[in-house]
Nanobody, 125 residues
Framework: VQLQASGGGLVQPGGSLRLSCAASGDTIGTYSVGWFRQAPGKEREFVAAFFRRGYNAYYSDSVKGRFAISRDNAKNTVDLQMNSLTPEDTAVYYC???????????????????WGQGTQVTVSS
């Protein structure tokens, strides 16, 4: 599967952005899909994920209640709606997919085999 992330940009604190991860080459509904982010000088961190079976969603504590992950099987996309953004959300955001993850592994980025190219999100006034 190939992944293409889009939707990043510059937004003011308190604003919203919607990122999209478009898949090609396979059906994204059969994959666990995660969003991760990496700020300058920091390690890549988990943001949100869907496990491949069903629609259980997982979030990091830092984004829970502000971000929402959704999957559209007809469009073959997984989106990340980001609300109430703060400067601490500034990072390059990546989507990733894997077809063999177990549920307990969806938060760990090295477990994912397929990655999109990343999209920059900058939250600044």
């Amino acid at each position: 599967v190939q992944l293409q992330a889009s939707g990043g940009g510059l937004v003011q604190p308190g604003g919203s952005l919607r990122l999209s991860c478009a898949a090609s080459g396979d059906t994204i509904g059969t994959y666990s899909v995660g969003w991760f982010r990496q700020a300058p000088g920091k390690e890549r961190e988990f943001v949100a994920a869907f496990f491949r079976r069903g629609y259980n969603a997982y979030y990091s504590d830092s984004v829970k209640g502000r971000f929402a992950i959704s999957r559209d099987n007809a469009k073959n996309t997984v989106d990340l709606q980001m609300n109430s953004l703060t400067p601490e959300d500034t990072a390059v955001y990546y989507c990733a997919a894997d077809s063999r993850l177990i549920m307990s592994s969806v938060r760990t980025w090295p477990n994912y085999d397929y990655w999109g190219q990343g999209t920059q999100v900058t939250v600044s006034s």
